[in-house]
């Protein structure tokens, strides 16, 4: 099972308002959507976005005890469709050779950051835990990438970027590309950072627009 490695950016709810809006993309059980839905108070919201079928359902039936917060089941990536994912009751991934046990891919919903960002009024937070597909996840993503306001919090897995035939460099890469820069340290910094991992250990980075 995946290993998070903490280092010093803080966390996104540190970074929120009162009556901001959040995509938890990649929700799971909703545990950070929780703390999401307490940092923006009751006026803001939080989507959270997750693919699993049954961790969904367990997400929906504890949203109800969160006015602010709603949920959606869909994968997110580059385009509006469909695409198969494969959960292992462990992790749940679209690429197959990330999950542990050999179960068959199911298929759902898929959808993009740009058409949910237009779901939440006063986006303010965005988080990223997509087990392989970030590259996708920005590929639909060009539009809220470029909006100052946003903060970002990204699950970096060097695994799941090389299962799905990206790399690490790239995806640092791209988000420098537009503008955004971690709070704490630079990308190359980062880079050197995930490169030591185990090879299931992940590191979140907190980013936002240079100003």
């Not at 679209?94 to 891919?105: F, H, Q, S």
């Not at 298929?107 to 993009?112: F, G, Q, R, S, W």
Request: glycine share 10%.
């Amino acid at each position: 099972m995946a290993e998070a490695v903490k280092f010093a950016d803080g966390q996104l709810e540190q970074y929120l308002t009162l009556g901001s809006g959040v995509l938890d993309i990649g929700a799971n059980g909703g545990m950070l959507t929780a703390i999401y839905a307490a940092a923006v108070g009751p006026t803001g919201c939080v989507l959270a976005v997750e693919p699993d079928p049954e961790t969904f359902a367990a997400l929906d039936n504890g949203l109800r005890k969160i006015p602010n917060a709603k949920g959606l089941h869909a994968a997110v990536g580059a385009a509006e469709g469909e695409t198969v994912i494969y959960p292992d009751g462990v992790l749940t991934s679209r690429y197959p050779i990330l999950t542990m046990k050999a179960k068959p891919g199911v298929t759902v919903p898929m959808t993009t950051v740009d058409v949910l960002a237009a779901r939440v009024p006063h986006l303010r937070g965005v988080k990223v835990d997509v087990q392989g597909s970030e590259m996708d996840v920005l590929a639909g993503a060009t539009a809220t990438l470029r909006r100052p306001e946003v903060w970002w919090q990204i699950e970096v897995w060097p695994k799941g970027l090389r299962a799905s035939g990206a790399s690490l460099e790239a995806f640092c890469a791209a988000l420098a590309g537009v503008g955004l820069l971690p709070v704490t340290r630079s990308w190359q910094t980062v880079c050197q950072q995930a490169a030591g991992l185990k090879a299931d250990s992940y590191l979140d980075v907190v980013c936002r627009h240079v100003h």
